[in-house]
C-alpha cells in the first residue's frame, strides 16, 4: 500500500485543481503546479506574495474576512473569489480552506465556465421576461388608445359636423398624446435595458420656458379641466437636453392631472441658480405610502396609490433614468397635503 506522504505528494502534483498553503500573514508559502495553466503565474511569481496582489480589487475585503474566519478555526468552504491572471484577465475560484498550525491549507477549483453559462442562463430568463413584458404591453396598453382613435375616426366621418365633434377630437388627442408618450417610453426602455444608454445632446436652452408653457397647453388641450399654475424663474439658457426635461416634465404633468384631486391646482415650478435647473410638479390628492415609495422608480411598477389603467409603469422609470444620465436625481415628498415630484439636474457646460 502507498504511505499517506506519497499519496499526498502525488495528488499535490497532478490534480487540476489549484492547491497552496498560506502563512498567518497572508503570504503564499507554497503552491502546486496547476496554478501556472490556470492563472498563467509560475509558483517563483507567487510564493512569497501576499494573496491580496493577485485578488479582484472587489474581492479583497470579503477574502480577508473569510481568511480571519480560517484563522479562528473555522474552516471555509465554496468561498468564491476572482484572481488575476498573468495576462490582465481574472479567473473565478472556489475554494475550501482549512487551518493547521501556523498555516492555512487551502485548494481551489477554476468555476469560471460555471459562472459564465450562469449568467448567460440569467440573460436569457431575463431577456425572455423582458419579452413577454412588451408583447404584453404592445397587447394590451396600446390597444386602448388605438380603439379610440379608430372609433372616433369613424364616428367623425359619420358626422362631422355634429355637435359630439369637438368632445370626440379632444378625446382622440389626449388619446395619440398617451400612444406618443407610451412608445416612447418603450423604446427608452429597451436601450437603457440593452445597455446603450439614453443618450443626451446637452446645449444651452434658451427656448426652455416656451418648451414648457407648449406641454401645459397639450396637457390643458387633452384635459380642459386641469388647472395648472406655472411659476417660472430662468436667469438664462440652462445647458441640458431640453428635449429630455420636456420628456420629464410631459410624464410628470401627465400623472399629476391623472392622480390628482380634479379640479384642484398643479402647481409647476422651474428655475434655475448656482448652476443647477430645477423642475417640481405637486398636486393634492391621496399620498404616496412609504411601501410604494419604495420601487417607485423601478420599471413596471405600478404603485397601489396611483395605478392608472392605461399605464406601463415606465414613466417614473424613464424619468428617473433621464435625470442620472444628467447627473442628477429625481425626488418625490408626499403627505396628505401634496405630493411633489422634483428633478434637479446640472445646468453648466
Not at 479562528?72 to 479567473?91: C, I, L
Not at 442562463?121 to 396600446?142: F, K, N, P, S
Not at 448652476?275 to 411598477?301: M, Y
Amino acid at each position: 500500500m502507498l504511505d499517506e506522504e506519497h499519496v499526498a505528494t502525488r495528488t499535490w502534483r497532478v490534480t487540476p485543481d489549484l492547491m497552496c498553503i498560506v502563512d498567518r500573514e497572508r503570504r503564499f508559502v507554497a503552491v502546486n503546479p496547476s496554478w501556472t495553466p490556470t492563472l498563467g503565474w509560475s509558483p517563483e511569481e507567487i510564493v512569497g506574495q501576499p494573496f491580496s496582489s493577485f485578488l479582484h480589487s472587489d474581492d479583497v475585503e470579503p477574502t480577508h474576512a473569510a481568511f480571519a474566519r480560517t484563522l479562528s478555526g473555522e474552516p471555509v468552504r465554496r468561498f468564491e473569489n476572482r484572481y488575476r491572471t498573468k495576462d490582465g484577465g481574472h479567473r473565478w475560484l472556489s475554494w475550501v480552506a482549512v487551518p493547521e498550525g501556523e498555516h492555512i491549507y487551502a485548494s481551489a477549483r477554476d468555476v469560471t465556465e460555471d459562472k459564465v453559462r450562469e449568467q448567460t442562463i440569467t440573460d436569457q430568463r431575463e431577456e425572455a421576461d423582458l419579452r413577454e413584458q412588451l408583447l404584453a404591453v404592445l397587447g394590451h396598453d396600446l390597444r386602448n388608445p388605438l380603439g379610440a382613435v379608430v372609433a372616433g375616426i369613424r364616428l367623425l366621418a359619420k358626422e362631422a359636423d355634429g355637435p359630439r365633434s369637438h368632445d370626440v377630437l379632444r378625446q382622440m388627442r389626449a388619446s395619440t398624446v398617451r400612444m406618443e408618450e407610451l412608445i416612447g417610453n418603450m423604446m427608452d426602455f429597451a436601450r437603457v435595458r440593452l445597455g446603450d444608454g439614453l443618450g443626451l445632446d446637452r446645449e444651452p436652452c434658451a427656448d426652455l420656458d416656451a418648451r414648457v408653457r407648449h406641454v401645459i397647453e397639450e396637457i390643458e388641450q387633452a384635459y380642459p379641466d386641469a388647472r395648472i399654475e406655472l411659476d417660472m424663474d430662468l436667469g438664462g439658457a440652462p445647458v441640458c437636453d431640453g428635449d429630455r426635461v420636456m420628456q420629464v416634465f410631459s410624464n410628470l404633468l401627465g400623472n399629476a392631472v391623472t392622480h390628482g384631486t380634479r379640479g384642484s391646482p398643479i402647481e409647476v415650478t422651474l428655475g434655475d441658480a448656482d448652476g443647477r435647473l430645477s423642475l417640481s410638479v405637486c398636486n393634492r390628492g391621496e399620498p404616496i405610502s412609504d411601501h410604494a415609495r419604495e420601487t417607485l422608480f423601478q420599471p413596471f411598477f405600478k404603485g397601489e396609490a396611483r395605478t392608472s389603467p392605461q399605464g406601463l409603469g415606465l414613466g417614473l422609470y424613464i424619468c428617473a433614468q433621464v435625470a442620472e444620465a444628467h447627473g442628477g436625481r429625481l425626488d418625490v415628498t408626499s403627505d396628505e397635503a401634496l405630493t411633489c415630484f422634483t428633478l434637479d439636474v446640472p445646468a453648466r457646460g
